[in-house]
Nanobody, 124 residues
């Protein structure tokens, strides 16, 4: 199996920054796309940013210019550097590993995985 463990969330004042990390572990061969999603209370989960194994990034309009996604393919880790955080950025942030190829016994499989998520709260 594959596990995703996020870290770096917490409480920050408006205008502040946080760096979120997500490390994938297990018998991983490769991960096509890693990304961050978020879900605020009463709202649907939404895409924040994604990055392919080749480094191609995609951002939601509401974070362009404020958040930066990066990735360490060697360690199967994805980062989200957030700046200029606002109260509307308050949400539970989830890491996603899409198109993960991994070994199960003598075979390999391809699946998508989610982390448990972490809370980001922006408040004064």
């Amino acid at each position: 199996q594959v596990n995703l463990v996020e870290s770096g969330g917490g409480l920050v004042q408006p205008g502040g920054s946080l760096r979120l990390s997500c490390a994938a572990s297990g018998s991983i061969i490769s991960i096509d796309v890693m990304g961050w999603y978020r879900q605020a209370p009463g709202k649907q989960r939404e895409l924040v940013a994604t990055i392919t194994s080749d480094g191609i990034t995609n951002y939601a309009d509401f974070v362009k210019g404020r958040f930066t996604i990066s990735r360490d393919n060697t360690n199967n880790t994805v980062y989200l550097q957030t700046t200029g955080l606002q109260p509307e950025d308050t949400a539970y942030y989830y890491c996603n590993a899409a198109g993960t190829r991994y070994y199960v016994k003598h075979y390999w499989r391809r699946s998508d995985f989610w982390g448990q998520g972490l809370q980001v709260t922006v408040s004064s």
